[in-house]
């Protein structure tokens, strides 16, 4: 395999929208979904004479941002960069530049892998730009219409060090992200709303070498499949523009999700160069030692110690189920009905599956309720299909798993009506009973299926299982 | 240009200047525009021959920092008052000519 000759180097661009209530410079409303234009003022319509004011919320969860980032929060200024383009109507966009809020982070992404974070600074959000097709009812131009709402929201921009290695590495670095964020209550992480954006910069280099090769920025990630399958495709375009001898060229790449492919934007002219200087009509940002340490202090506990906290208690982690407990923010009723004797194992699978279908109605149960549900499961009371639909009952009834079990007509039937009613069976089916002897193991869930349908479903799974063995051997 | 002739930027930065600020300037306009920006920036460089190396760094005139405002929203203006002033309009929304760099 001569693709093993390469290694990919991959730095993520996070930009995320903080969860204030109005904007980054005015007091226009930070609403997603909301008529277009409905949420503009002269200050975020660039108007001559308008001043930006920053707002206060937005400079402290960015903060917070850096400090669940474990960056150090620094006196910063804000910058304007200079570019025409109708997203942005000031024809600047203001930014932090050389003096960032947050800087020298990192993220853990589990025990062993730690990705640096370079900085993490705020900036205004831009308009938002639909293209008109020569098609569309704009008959006499094509153009583009502008939404200015999204103008003048408040973003961080988290920015990684090159040190992400793979594809999945990179999903695995945004998904914590996300976590982090959430978790911090500074902003929704909603990739498919915008609210989360992610761009890539991807470079490839032989394996050993200490230069980076020439990296390309990849934009358009909308979601995680996403975010991946760029990635991989851009890697392996690197690789065959090396192999075929020819140089890759330093270009931001659009990812065409329905034709998977990264194609070049049509460079715009000397793009790179937006001549910063700093923001004459905003001043110094410095929120001192005292602010920085209370909203330090004010900072959850993050989501890889809160899954770590479920994972301690198992005897198989199960990484993925414990990241969707905590990503429901179900970690807290699961610690505290494990607490109360249900089984970890079973609580964790019943709370990532089954349960994570109804996070508010679950929330609102009483921990005992569930405990006692699962411990109808775990001793074999219930089967796990007749816990399911106990379960459901729960969620509109306020009566508890046994009487809900006992309505149903679940756990009526003793082991000497099933004992009767498997001899009834094995005596019917000689044959399937001798494989089953043999130790054909497919031959039980004949059985099962059998004594399911003699009683309706209401025996447990389980149990049948039991009373066959316990026959087999006797 | 009564003192000298010094000229510490060229005809092609300034011509780079320019198209960044998408000016379209001929020759004769560069030529005098090179001239005029290479005595502004002599003039500026002028400060370079005091030690200021005892002093911080300024980021700006003012002696002020954090000024912020609450994160209180109050009305927005009026979409319809503002589009009707946009040289060009959608039913919604500003509309601006096919950008360059984009499908
Ligand atoms: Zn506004």
Known sequence: MEEEVYEPVIGLEVHCELKTITKLWCGCKNEFGVEPNTNICPVCLGLPGSLPVLNEQAVKFAAMIGLALNCEVKPSIFHR?????????KDFQISQYDQPINVNGFLKLDKNVTIGVVRAHMEEDTGKTTHIGSSGRIHESSGAS???????????????APEIKSAEEAKKYVSELRAILVATNTTDGKMEEGSMRVDANVSVRKIGSIEFGTRTEIKNLNSLRSLVRAIDYEISRQINVIKNGEKVKQETRHWNEDASTTVPLRSKEEADDYRYFPEP??????????????????????????????????KNPNEDSAFIVVD?????????????????????????????????????????????LL??????????????????????????????????????????????????????????????????????????????????????????????????NS | MDNNEEQIISKQDVSYVASLARLDLNDDELESFTVQLSAVLVHAKDLSSIDLSDLPPTSHPLALKNVFRLDTARESISREEVLSVAPQRTETGFLVPPILGED
Do not use: H
């Not at chain 1, 502008?146 to 990684?160: C, K, Q, T, W």
């Not at chain 1, 001192?288 to 989501?303: A, T």
């Not at chain 1, 796990?384 to 006992?406: G, N, R, Y």
């Open chain 1, 81 to 89: 960069k200079n570019y025409f383009y109708p997203d942005m109507p």
């Open chain 1, 146 to 160: 502008i939404d200015y709402n999204r103008a003048g929201v408040p973003l961080v921009e988290i920015v990684s």
């Open chain 1, 281 to 314: 009509d905003l001043v110094e940002v410095d929120l001192g030692n005292d602010i920085v340490r209370q909203l330090k202090q004010s900072l959850p506990v993050m989501p890889l110690e809160r899954r770590q906290r479920i994972i301690e208690l198992l």
């Open chain 1, 328 to 372: 429901l923010d179900l970690d807290g009723l699961l610690l505290e009905v494990v607490k109360q004797g249900a089984d970890a194992e079973l609580a964790l699978k019943r709370f990532s599956n089954e349960f994570a279908g109804y996070v508010e109605e679950v929330k609102a149960l009483q921990p005992e309720r569930l405990v006692e």
């Open chain 1, 375 to 472: 411990n109808l499961e775990q001793t074999g009371q219930l089967s796990a299909t007749q816990a399911k639909a106990v379960f459901a009952e729960m969620l509109t009834t306020k009566s508890s798993p046994s009487q809900i079990s006992t309505g149903l007509g679940f756990g009526g039937l003793e082991d000497s009506e099933l004992s009767e009613l498997l001899k009834g069976i094995i005596s019917n089916c000689p044959n399937e009973w001798n494989r089953f002897k043999d130790g054909d193991g497919k031959v039980q869930q004949f059985f099962i299926g059998q004594v399911m349908k003699a009683t309706k479903g209401q025996a447990n799974g389980k149990v049948v299982l039991s009373l066959l063995e316990a026959m087999k």
